[in-house]
């Protein structure tokens, strides 16, 4: 069974940091797609970051220069590092994972195009 496990949101005042992490086990990702996606009270879940199976890597435009993601294959994990986080950063957080390699920005960014999701980890930044 394919579980993705977020961890490390929590409070955090404007122009702070945080990194989250992702957990996969059941199967292995390294040949895949992985991505964040957030979502806000009452706002659809957005596309946030993704790394292809090449470590290709895709940013929405309001995070590009703040947030960096990485991935550990040999430990099946995803990160998020979050930098200069301001209050529009909150919400909860997603990890996400394709089972295949796709890899074109229009492809990605759209959530329902991943086959496995995290229970979401929330972030609040306070101003």
């Known amino acids: 069974q394919v579980q993705l496990v977020e961890s490390g949101g929590g409070l955090v005042q404007a122009g702070g940091s945080l990194r989250l992490s992702c957990a996969a086990s059941?199967?292995?990702?390294?040949?895949?797609?992985m991505g964040w996606f957030r979502q806000a009270p009452g706002k659809e879940r957005e596309f946030v970051a993704a790394?292809?199976?090449?470590?290709?890597?895709y940013y929405t435009d309001s995070v590009k220069g703040r947030f960096t993601i990485s991935r550990d294959s040999a430990k099946n994990m995803m990160y998020l590092q979050m930098n200069s986080l301001k209050p529009e950063d909150t919400a909860v957080y997603f990890c996400?994972?394709?089972?295949?390699?796709?890899?074109?920005?229009?492809?990605?960014?759209?959530?329902?195009?991943?086959?496995?999701w995290g229970q979401g980890t929330q972030v609040t930044v306070s101003s």
């Open positions: 996400a994972a394709d089972r295949f390699a796709r890899t074109s920005y229009s492809y990605l960014s759209v959530a329902q195009n991943y086959d496995y």
């Open positions: 790394m292809t199976w090449s470590r290709s890597t």
């Open positions: 059941g199967r292995t990702f390294s040949g895949t797609t």
